[in-house]
């Protein structure tokens, strides 16, 4: 059976970047919590110490205010955590209503914004009667019928139709809103010099952004309101609990997820890296430490952005400090063995060179290639292990390496494959790989065995591939595989019966999607959902 990840794919593409965005903030939120409840018990201690008055509504409702910002900011963590919680549970209707309310203060925030352009425009207030409330009434409450349907009708083809529907209404109230604007400029003929039109350009991006943050939290609940498992979108957190809640909020990789970790530098340089990041934007928007000088400021933010990069580099470094011992291993669960072939090591997943923003999100979330992926998603299972590339001076982030001898390899490898708990084995021809398959195939380990096919740009490589793989396994399934199909992964089926992955491109989510599929057993229906949002 073969079947098309490419709908699966792409939503697990949208939550991912969601999420590496939601780690930037999470982190900087947690990090900056002691600071601020420092700076603002010391700030409301010294008001009373020189004379709050208490009895004055106005002393009383600052106090009340900034300590309910204070105990606000303190939980801030725990807000994230419950929010991701209910993110997670199997609540459809939850999401659509989410959703709804959502593009609820999206049309609110748009239809108040043309409604002061218009007012401005005509310069006087509108007298608004019984039946321009009603029409404004029905408008708004059409528009938000189409959006709830747009969230909970199942059918593909009723979703396109809701989703064009949308687009197009939002469309035109974006150009009305900004040709009014536009008009009441030049009816004023106001020129305030460059700072002025700064601010203006300044102004229109930051509210192009709100907008499309906006539209991509209502898409979000547009493909959590579907059939698809929260943990097949959102990945899983397999032993739950505070801290790994914590861990993966924070955007730590699943190895780390544990209370121990703290230990490590690898765990602060990681939890760090993305708060300099963060700090870098803020002093370019001098919005932290304002410096008398441009050119000051944006060097300082450069540093800064720079410095995040390099300690997120370094954070990686640092975690392949740790070394596989195949006799001594200090990790009392069955591990999770990698094969693959030196000649592509990491199995790197391509993108074009253009797509610069997704590269920098694969980047900090662990999707470069399959052997960071497996490490993200994972190693929470169990430790990833597998042989190291002899010869190498610099151990890559990834599974956990040990360096055998040409002697000893195989005997390591078939003794690992048998206590292993699952094994993910890279595609190839090599004799090798080769030797790999047959040892799978007689020890009766296929049904744990994940097959990953490289990102290769010649297909025919990867069809050789798995030709060679049911060679050695003594069959030769059939499978229905279009020409342009991109192979991605192969499943043990339930009934014996190999699944076939594939997609209309190598994308990591692809690949994303066949390691979930494999570790959290999903369906073929689960993993052939062609949901168009």
Do not use: C, K, N
């Given at each position: 059976m073969t079947i098309d990840v490419s709908g699966i794919a792409w939503m697990i593409r949208r939550m991912d970047v969601s999420a590496t965005i939601k780690n930037f903030v999470a982190v900087f939120s947690i990090l900056s919590v002691p600071l601020y409840l420092v700076a603002a018990f010391a700030s409301l201690a010294g008001?009373?110490?020189?004379?709050?008055?208490?009895?004055?509504?106005?002393?009383?409702?600052?106090?009340?205010?900034?300590?309910?910002?204070?105990?606000?900011?303190?939980?801030?963590?725990l807000l994230f955590i419950l929010w991701d919680w209910v993110a997670r549970q199997p609540w459809r209707t939850w999401a659509a209503i989410n959703g709804a309310l959502m593009g609820a203060l999206l049309?609110?925030?748009?239809g108040a914004a043309i409604g002061f352009g218009i007012d401005r425009y005509l310069e006087e207030s509108f007298d608004v009667g019984l039946a321009e409330r009603a029409i404004g009434g029905a408008v708004f409450g059409t528009a938000l019928a189409l959006l709830l349907a747009w969230l909970v009708i199942e059918s593909v083809v009723a979703r396109r139709i809701m989703k064009w529907i949308c687009i197009v209404a939002?469309?035109?109230?974006?150009?009305?809103?900004?040709?009014?604007l536009a008009v009441d400029a030049y009816r004023d003929e106001y020129d305030g010099g460059p700072e002025a039109a700064l601010l203006a350009i300044a102004s229109v991006v930051g509210g192009v952004l709100y907008v499309a943050l906006f539209l991509r939290a209502i898409r979000n609940r547009v493909v959590l309101s579907g059939p698809v498992p929260r943990e097949l979108l959102l990945g899983e957190i397999h032993r739950g609990g505070f801290w790994p809640r914590l861990a993966f909020l924070t955007g730590l990789p699943s190895s780390l997820w544990h209370a121990a970790a703290m230990k490590t530098p690898a765990f602060w340089a990681f939890l760090f890296a993305r708060p300099l990041v963060y700090a870098g934007i803020l002093v370019l928007a001098g919005e932290l430490f304002p410096l008398s000088g441009l050119p000051m400021?944006?060097?300082?933010?450069?540093?800064?952005?720079?410095?995040?990069?390099?300690?997120?580099?370094?954070?990686k470094r640092l975690a392949t400090a740790y070394a596989w011992d195949p006799e001594r291993s200090p990790d009392p669960r069955p591990p999770?063995?990698?094969?693959?072939?030196?000649?592509?090591?990491?199995?790197?997943?391509?993108?074009?060179?253009?797509?610069?923003i997704s590269r920098w999100l694969d980047l900090w979330s662990f999707r470069t290639n399959a052997d960071e992926a497996l490490i993200d998603e994972i190693a929470q299972y169990g430790p990833v292990v597998a042989l190291g590339m002899p010869g190498e001076k610099t151990i890559p982030f990834g599974a956990m390496r040990h360096y055998a001898t040409h002697e000893d390899w195989q005997r390591i490898v078939a003794d690992t494959a048998k206590s292993a708990s699952a094994i993910v084995i890279a595609a190839g021809n090599t004799p090798g790989v080769r030797w790999e398959y047959e040892l799978l195939a007689q020890e009766g380990l296929l049904d744990k065995t994940l097959l990953l096919f490289p990102p290769v740009d010649d297909e025919a490589t990867n069809r050789a591939a798995l030709d060679a793989f049911f060679k050695a396994c003594g069959t030769q399934p059939r499978f229905d595989v279009p020409k342009d199909a991109r192979l991605i992964g192969l499943l043990p089926g339930s009934d014996s019966r190999p699944i076939l992955l594939t997609a209309g491109e190598t994308a990591a989510s692809a690949y994303v999607a066949a390691i979930r599929g494999f570790f959290q057993k999903s369906s073929i229906d689960e993993l052939s959902d062609r949901l168009a949002v």
């Open positions: 008001m009373i110490a020189f004379g709050l008055d208490l009895e004055d509504s106005g002393d009383a409702i600052f106090l009340a205010t900034g300590i309910v910002v204070a105990v606000l900011s303190a939980l801030s963590p049309f609110a925030a748009i939002a469309a035109l109230a974006l150009v009305s809103g900004v040709a009014l400021q944006i060097v300082l933010a450069i540093l800064l952005v720079a410095g995040g990069h390099v300690l997120f580099w370094g954070a999770v063995l990698f094969l693959r072939s030196f000649e592509d090591d990491q199995l790197s997943f391509r993108r074009p060179w253009w797509q610069l």
